[in-house]
């Protein structure tokens, strides 16, 4: 029943999506208003008639589907059922279904208030995606096939054809015991895939234009608030992901330039200059023609990313054929380069030539050397994380690439990066007046060396340490010394109190100071990165039942092994008592979860100090006599580094909320910004 | 304070201060890990992309245990790490030598950012005028220039997918070497007997047996796991270490399954003669003696030859242990 439901739902969206991309076009040729909300309606009811009906296949125990089947268990407590609805390939693929309509309609809601030739090319082309990832659906990712033979547990062949007869298992394996372990399995895909799919927004008015032939900066202005409501969900879901990542999954940190991670990093560099690129245009008209490669990588950037990570090729390339999807999502990834790039190519007699860039100097300059950096780094993550799979495929070849590799390069590029977004703000538009940044720097400049010197002297030596507090001081001293100066001037030419002015200065450019605030957010990322990977401290022992050992000033203790069921698992672990002088500090249980009879998954546990986490994980099980070997780790300043993640989504919400001011052309002098 | 002295001012400090903090940062004591170091350099060779350092699974620690014992023994770098990737089949370095194949790996970003560099110099140097309204024949040469690049990138592209494609599609649809990754965990048993049975030429098909035949083992479906475990020792495709483990569950299949005594030790020889170090073939073949025969003295003869092993893991060794005192004190197995 269910499977006739969830196969309706994927048809009718597959309808939808073709009707979207005939209308579309056909309203984007004209200059006759299409009705295109019926298109839009039925795409949309159908990915949510298919996601219903998966969810409700997982709440009801409906082992009749292969999905639920396979990755479903009766004990499978809420939420985890649910979320096992885009745990697996199939269900994944249902939920970018949904959040693309999702944006598709939001993109046609925009479009309805003034519906134009350049929103209904846009629409067509969203349309155009859903065709592909709703194909993928019906074809070779069917979450809506039944079970037509059934294994004790699990199903053994199934059927595409919703009414087939059915055989149904009496249950299932449950999903995935790596995700079954955390609330955060329910909330990271939808985040991610929000930042992911919604990178489809600029990407199709970037191609509508294109096909229009109008390649000014209108695309841009249109899709601006969606890129910033995608990268702040990009940025969100990176951000849990690593703290997933460090808390519950025991990968033993928060980043480990992992497949899995780079794919949503390389999207998220791409994107983030892209969003700096895009202001350069509609500043200055500049980088037209940058700004469709830029948006056309990002969005190639996520189909590249889920078939990294969908199609199982990073575990081994040669699980590459094994299912058609890995060959699907490729073969679409070349269709979107080749096309997207033979259109832009087609249309380069249309761009505009750029104004003169009259100064390396100016801001334009800074947002160049930023884009180039930012380029690079994607760049960087992008060969270190493909060139091993290619490198094997073609000559069966090994070769690691790992964090060595990357650290070595992306770490200068980051402090360099660092730099720039430290004199980028403070920098006008144009050409600078002699002294004008060293005037806006300096005292910022001493206050940045000042905050080195104490930590050097006070903290560590450590030379990552002193660099990311000095340059990461420098930024915000200067941020805050930009705001201080347009306060003070503002408050002269009111006579407002200072207070006031301060408030409307950030509250009359908010998409500005937005930008300024996601800017501190990195820098604190940045600094809670480099105390925690480079003063963490690390220790091993084996410890049996009462023992007791020191760690950095803390006594550790251990209690007790102990054993909890629960339905769909079982924990073994070991209780330790954390003290420090006559303070109990806390009481710790790593443990590791059994799901059924082979899975077993390891949780670390956390205890959160001021100064930083300490850190316990159980690097086995405990022995007979309850013997444990464990392992102990500080964190220091990571909460800064999750605080950082945090203002910088915020910044990306604060720039996506701000009243949007119509720009005047930067053609004046630098004092326009000022 | 005037503007010039504030400035002369602010400059003395400035440089005043980097000083120090460069030399603070230069003589600090550099404690740096090298066992973690080169741990993060060795991909550990039963996870998926972890290093040794960051891995909990017993075989990283081992390994980590040895980087340790030769940091303090005073090896260099390379040596341990050259070491490790000699002796852990599957262990590869994380760190990619700038020679041969990666060296691509560490020139590429460089010249990306050359490159790029270059561009924006060369745009700051030549701006682009305005192009007249009609387009002199130089000029819409230049723009053809463009999309003719861009094709050719697009060709290019197309070639390569093409390649990747035809190169996995050379083999058999469903070759061997497809589901040999850690993927296995995803493929039903059915897929994988389709698969055995569509390869049985190709030499890795003993891999997959081996795999597909532990699972039925596991399982307690010894019926299914024979005829597998059979071909793999039969194989002359198999490696050694595969025909030992194929020998050591056939025999462990014939006592436990069939109680056949004589068939369970035969086997074990057999896996014995390929690799007389086998510690499992010969505590199991102990196991039977002493359970299946009553043979004491053999059983006891073969526990301490076990325990002989100077590579045998600890907390095996307490297991053989015990059964060693049960056995010379008379008990009767359990």
């Known amino acids: ?16 999506a073709a009707l979207l991309v005939r209308r579309g076009i056909a309203a984007a040729r004209s200059d006759r208003p299409a009705n295109l909300e019926g298109a839009v309606r039925v795409l949309v009811a159908g990915a949510v008639v298919a996601m219903g009906a998966m969810v409700l296949a997982l709440l009801t125990d409906d082992f009749s589907l292969v999905y639920t089947a396979n990755h479903h268990a009766i004990a499978t407590p809420f939420p985890f059922d649910v979320a096992t609805a885009w745990a697996a390939l199939e269900g994944s693929i249902v939920l970018w279904g949904l959040v693309l309509t999702g944006y598709t309609w939001l993109v046609f809601h925009l479009h309805r208030r003034s519906p134009d030739r350049l929103g209904a090319a846009a629409l067509a082309v969203m349309g155009g995606v859903a065709i592909f990832f709703f194909g993928l659906m019906i074809t070779v990712a069917n979450p809506f096939e039944v079970c037509v033979q059934a294994a004790d547990i699990g199903c053994l062949e199934s059927s595409p054809w919703p009414f087939a007869a059915v055989e149904a298992p009496a249950n299932g394996p449950g999903p995935n015991p790596l995700l079954q372990n955390h609330f955060m399995m329910a909330v990271h895909p939808p985040i991610l895939y929000l930042g992911y799919v919604g990178m489809t927004v600029p990407f199709a008015y970037a191609i509508g234009a294109l096909s229009l032939g109008v390649p000014g900066p209108e695309w841009l202005r249109r899709s601006h608030r969606a890129t910033l409501v995608a990268w702040s969900f990009l940025t969100l879901g990176i951000v849990l992901g690593a703290w ?23 999207p998220w560099l791409v994107a983030t200059a892209f969003l700096h690129s895009g202001i350069v245009q509609q500043r200055r008209g500049m980088l037209q023609a940058w700004n469709f490669i830029l948006v056309i990588s990002t969005f190639s950037l996520t189909i590249l990313g889920t078939f990294l990570t969908r199609s199982g090729t990073i575990n081994s390339v040669h699980s590459f054929t094994q299912s058609a999807i890995g060959p699907a999502l490729l073969g679409f990834l070349v269709l979107t380069l080749v096309g997207s790039f033979v259109l832009f190519s087609t249309r380069s007699d249309l761009m505009a030539t750029s104004p003169r860039l009259e100064s390396l100097v100016s801001r334009e300059g800074t947002f160049l050397v930023n884009n180039l950096l930012l380029s690079v780094y994607a760049f960087i993550v992008l060969i270190g994380t493909t060139y091993p799979l290619i490198l094997e495929a073609f000559t069966g070849t090994q070769v690691g690439v790992g964090e060595p590799f990357f650290n070595r390069l992306a770490v200068p590029v980051s402090f360099l990066l660092l730099l720039v977004i430290g004199f980028g703000p403070v920098t006008p538009w144009r050409t600078t007046e002699k002294g004008l940044i060293w005037r806006r720097t300096r005292t910022s400049a001493v206050a940045a060396l000042g905050a080195g010197l104490l930590i050097a002297i006070l903290v560590s030596r450590n030379g990552w340490v002193v660099l990311a ?11 805050l010394g930009l705001l201080w100066e347009q306060a003070r001037k503002r408050s002269m030419r009111t006579g407002d109190s200072h207070s006031r002015s301060l408030q409307r200065v950030v509250t009359g450019d908010g998409a500005f100071w937005g930008g300024q605030l996601s800017h501190a957010g990195v820098v604190l990322v940045a600094i809670g990165i480099a105390f925690a990977g480079n003063l963490g401290e690390h220790a091993e022992t084996d410890l049996s039942p009462g023992e007791t050992t020191t760690f950095q000033g803390y006594t550790v203790t251990y209690e007790s092994p102990f054993r909890k069921t629960t339905p769909g698992k079982t924990i073994v672990g070991a209780r330790l008592t954390v003290t420090r002088g006559d303070d109990v500090v806390g009481i710790v249980e790593p443990s590791w979860n059994y799901f059924g009879a082979q899975s077993v998954v390891g949780t670390p546990d956390v205890l959160h100090r001021p100064g930083g986490d300490l850190y316990f994980t159980l690097r086995d099980l405990p022995d007979e006599q309850g013997a444990i070997p464990i392992a102990f780790d500080t964190s220091p300043m990571i909460w800064v580094l999750w605080l950082g993640g945090l203002v910088a989504v915020t910044g990306g919400v604060v720039a996506m909320a701000a009243r949007r001011r119509e720009r005047r052309p930067a053609v004046e002098a630098q004092t326009v910004d000022v | 304070m005037s503007e010039r002295l504030r400035n002369v001012v602010t400059i ?24 973690q170091a080169i741990g993060e350099r060795i991909k550990c060779p039963v996870c998926q992309g972890e290093s040794i350092a960051n891995s909990p699974s017993p075989m990283a620690r081992d390994m980590m245990g040895l980087v340790a014992e030769r940091v303090a023994d005073g090896g260099s770098d390379e040596a341990i790490v050259d070491e490790l990737l000699a002796s852990y089949s599957g262990a590869v370095l994380l760190d990619p030598p ?8 560490w020139i590429a970003p460089l010249v990306a950012l050359g490159a790029g560099a270059g561009v924006i110099l060369w745009w700051r140097r030549h701006p682009v005028e305005p192009a007249p309204v009609t387009a002199s024949d130089e000029v819409t040469g230049r723009r053809r220039l463009v999309p003719l690049l861009v094709l050719v990138g697009a060709f290019a592209g197309i070639v390569v997918v093409a390649g990747f494609f035809l190169q996995e599609r050379a083999g058999p649809a469903t070759g061997a070497a497809d589901l040999a990754g850690e993927e296995l965990d995803d493929v039903s048993n059915e897929t994988m007997e389709a698969v055995i049975a569509a390869n049985l030429d190709d030499p890795e098909v003993d ?18 796991a024979f005829p597998h475990y059979l071909e793999v020792a039969e194989s002359d495709d198999a490696t050694e270490s595969q025909a030992v483990a194929a020998l050591i569950r056939l025999g462990w299949m014939a006592w436990d399954g069939n109680a056949e005594v004589d068939a369970a030790v035969g086997l074990f020889d057999q896996a014995l003669a390929i690799d007389a170090g086998s510690a499992t073939a010969r505590y199991l073949k102990a196991q039977v003696l002493w359970c299946g025969a009553a043979a004491y003295e053999q059983a006891a003869g073969l526990f301490e030859a076990v325990l002989s092993d100077p590579e045998l893991p600890e907390e095996s060794r307490d297991l ?3 059964d060693l005192a049960a056995v010379n004190s008379g008990a009767s197995c359990t």
């Open chain 1, 1 to 16: 029943m269910l499977a006739v439901l969830g196969s309706a739902g994927m048809l009718a969206g597959l309808v939808g």
């Open chain 2, 98 to 105: 700038a020679r041969g194949w990666t060296l691509l790996l």
């Open chain 2, 207 to 224: 891999g997959m047996r081996l795999a597909l035949a532990e699972r039925y083992y596991q399982a307690g479906d010894y019926r299914s």
């Open chain 1, 469 to 479: 507090v000095t340059l990461g001081t420098f930024v915000i001293a200067t941020l």
């Open chain 1, 244 to 266: 997933w990542a460090y808390e519950v999954l025991s990968w033993g940190g928060y980043w480990a330039w992992d497949p899995v991670e780079n794919a949503s990093l390389m």
């Open chain 2, 12 to 35: 003395g400090l400035l440089v005043v201060m980097a000083t120090v903090l460069v030399v603070l940062v230069a003589t600090s004591p550099t404690d740096t890990d090298r066992v």
């Open chain 2, 320 to 322: 053989v242990e015990a």
